[in-house]
Structure formats: C-alpha cells, structure tokens
C-alpha cells in the first residue's frame, strides 16, 4: 500500500525557493525544527485544556500542514546548504515523536469513549519511528516505510479533526477511524523491520 510520504519529492520542490532565501537570511534547520516542535505544543495543550471546544480541532490540519512544512525545510536546510549537526538529527527524531504526542494524544479527553485507541494509535506510532531509526542504526537506511507513516498519521488526525470541528457528532465513525489506523499502524511496524533485515542482509551478502 503506497504512502503519502511518496509525495515528498514534488512537496519539496515547491518549498525550494522558500529555503534558498531562508538559508540566505541565516535561518538553521535546528530553529526551523524547534518552531515547528513548539506550534504543535501549543495547539496541543490548547485541545487539552479545552477538549469540549471542537473549534479548536480546526487548528490541526493547518498546524499539520505547516509542519509538514516546516520538516521538510528543515531538511533542505540541512542537506542541500550544508547545514548538518549531530544536534539536528537528534531533534529531528526526538520532536517528531514528541510533537505527534502533544497533537494526538489530546484527542483520548476530545473522544473519551476511544481515549484507549487514541493512545494505542501513538503508542503504535512511536514504536514505528523507533524501527525505522533501528534500521538505520543495524547498518541500513532509516525506513519510512508505509502504510501508516508520519504523513499518513497527520492526515489521518487532520481528517478526523475537520470532521468533529465542523459537527460530526463523536461516534461510531470516530472509533473505526482509528482502529483502522491502529491496525495499519501495526502492519507499518512490520514492514519497517521485514525491510530493514532484508535491506541489511542483502548489504552483508554484497560485502
């Protein structure tokens, strides 16, 4: 099943310019990706603290699509302008993880009767991103493998965000909604580490 992470390239080539002048300014891929961390807190904590306010799920599309954004200039940044840290890799990774929380697990009191999916579905997702990176750290690239990855997770809570924002009543709908994005969160797990010790074994073959 293919990935909205498959997007990227063309997403990317539209932010170019963007990120040429960005680079020209001064502008570090660290502040991009600390901007980004610190919008999904506060929209997160704002949910959470009024989680009966569903206008303010509003927000979360727009704030996944400005970070969707800002990840990626962050990343442009770093490789296309000599940018890269050891610093900005950790960030990468860690407020990714931390910033999906912040945004999601505030729906568990917005849908209090699939509070237990909702932290399933990160639960899910963190494990995910921790195969990917062990991939990585075994010798292999870092996998983005579908079909639930980041982007697919934000348009996901996006969706489900809109539709409560605009009315839907909490019901059904919401709860399949996110068992299916539980079980393709699962099935994203496996094929991150199926691939991963394919990708690594075929490596150790060529050497």
């Not at 569903?54 to 969707?68: E, G, I, K, S, T």
């Not at 010798?139 to 079909?147: A, E, M, Q, W």
């Not at 697919?152 to 539709?163: M, P």
């Not at 709860?175 to 393709?184: A, E, N, Q, W």
Request: aromatic share 8%.
């Amino acid at each position: 099943m293919p990935s909205i992470y498959q997007l990227k390239p063309a997403f990317q080539n539209l932010l170019r310019p963007l990120v040429r002048g960005l680079a020209r300014a001064g502008v570090t891929p660290n502040q991009v990706t600390l901007a980004a961390f610190a919008l999904s807190l506060i929209v997160g904590a704002a949910i959470a603290w009024r989680p009966g306010n569903h206008a303010l799920l509003l927000l979360v599309p727009l704030v996944m699509f400005v970070r969707m954004a800002l990840n990626a200039v962050d990343g442009m940044l770093a490789r296309e302008h000599d940018m890269r840290s050891v610093l900005g890799g950790f960030l990468n990774e860690l407020t990714d993880v931390l910033a999906d929380c912040a945004l999601y697990l505030p729906f568990a009191l917005v849908l209090p009767a699939y509070g237990w999916l909702v932290v399933a579905v990160v639960l899910a997702a963190i494990i995910g991103e921790y195969a990917g990176v062990i991939g990585q750290a075994l010798g292999g690239t870092r996998r983005y493998d579908g079909p639930m990855g980041k982007s697919d997770r934000a348009f996901v809570f996006g969706l489900l965000a809109l539709l409560l924002g605009v009315g839907l009543a909490p019901g059904l709908l919401c709860g399949i909604l996110l068992l299916f994005t539980l079980l393709l969160a699962a099935w994203t797990v496996v094929n991150r580490v199926r691939r991963a010790v394919a990708e690594i074994a075929e490596a150790k073959k060529i050497q």
